[in-house]
C-alpha cells in the first residue's frame, strides 16, 4: 500500500456521504442524520466486514454479529422491530 493511500481513500469516502446526506436530505441537521442513519442501518452493515470489528471501536458489538446482517421475513420483522423501538430516543438525546 503506497503512504497516504487509506487516508485519501477514506477522506473520498467521507466527501461522498456527506455529498448523500445532503442529496438525500431536505434539511441535515442531527436529528435527520441520526434517523437517516438509523433507517440505512442494515443497508450499511451487510456492508461491512466482521473482521473490521468497528462494534469494538463503537462499544457496539452486534455490528460485527454475522446475525445482525441476515435478511429474510423473519429477520426482517425482528429487523422493524429493532428499527422501531431503536428511535424512540427522546429528542434532548440528539445533538
Same mark, same amino acid.
Given at each position: 500500500m503506497? %503512504? #497516504?493511500?487509506? &487516508? ?7 466527501k461522498n456521504?456527506?455529498?448523500i446526506? =445532503?442529496?438525500?436530505?431536505a434539511?441535515?441537521?442531527g436529528?435527520n442524520?441520526k ?13 461491512? %466486514? #466482521?473482521?473490521? &470489528? ?5 462499544n457496539d ?6 446475525? =445482525? ?5 423473519v429477520?426482517?420483522?425482528m429487523?422493524?422491530?429493532e428499527?422501531t423501538?431503536?428511535s ?6 440528539v445533538?
Amino acid at each position: 500500500m503506497i %503512504p #497516504g493511500e487509506a &487516508e485519501t481513500k477514506m477522506q473520498r469516502a467521507a466527501k461522498n456521504i456527506v455529498n448523500i446526506i =445532503n442529496e438525500d436530505l431536505a434539511k441535515p441537521d442531527g436529528k435527520n442524520i441520526k434517523k437517516y442513519f438509523t433507517e440505512q442501518r442494515n443497508n450499511i452493515l451487510r456492508h461491512l %466486514p #466482521g473482521a473490521i &470489528e468497528i462494534g469494538d471501536s463503537l462499544n457496539d458489538t452486534t455490528l460485527d454479529d454475522r446475525t =445482525n446482517k441476515m435478511s429474510g421475513p423473519v429477520s426482517g420483522i425482528m429487523h422493524s422491530i429493532e428499527k422501531t423501538f431503536a428511535s424512540t430516543d427522546t429528542d434532548s438525546n440528539v445533538k
